[in-house]
């Protein structure tokens, strides 16, 4: 995973997930690793209106700061969100198809989106 962050604004990142504005957003960085929260956020979001969870940014202001995800470590965080999801100890209901989790470039770098609807 790459150091670098490179700033975006949120109307280039709404572009590039191709959805309009009047979603619920979720940021969640991954510098770290996996963020364990992400698992609250989809709860929360299965439980209302649904959103979106971008995983691999976070957000300021006027902006999202990205983290650069790499390719190898893009590939473990979707099979950690697809192990997690189906897991009944994690999730009590799985609530995404295929479709629903996309690797969308941003800039220089790409994010896992995770649409919730």
Do not use: H
């Not at 999730?91 to 479709?99: I, Q």
Request: hydrophobic share 40%; glycine share 8%.
């Amino acid at each position: 995973m790459s150091n670098d962050t490179t700033s975006i604004s949120i109307e280039a990142l709404l572009d590039a997930a191709q959805v309009g504005e009047s979603v619920d957003w979720e940021f969640k960085s991954a510098k770290g690793g996996f963020p364990r929260s992400l698992w609250e956020t989809y709860s929360a979001m299965a439980n209302t209106d649904g959103g979106i969870i971008v995983l691999g940014a976070s957000e300021g202001p006027k902006e999202a700061r990205l983290d650069g995800l790499a390719d190898a470590v893009i590939e473990k965080y979707r099979k950690e969100v697809w192990d997690n999801v189906n897991n009944r100890g994690k999730v009590s209901c799985n609530l995404l198809k295929n479709s629903d989790v996309k690797i969308t470039p941003c800039g220089s770098t790409k994010v896992i989106l995770t649409l919730l609807f």
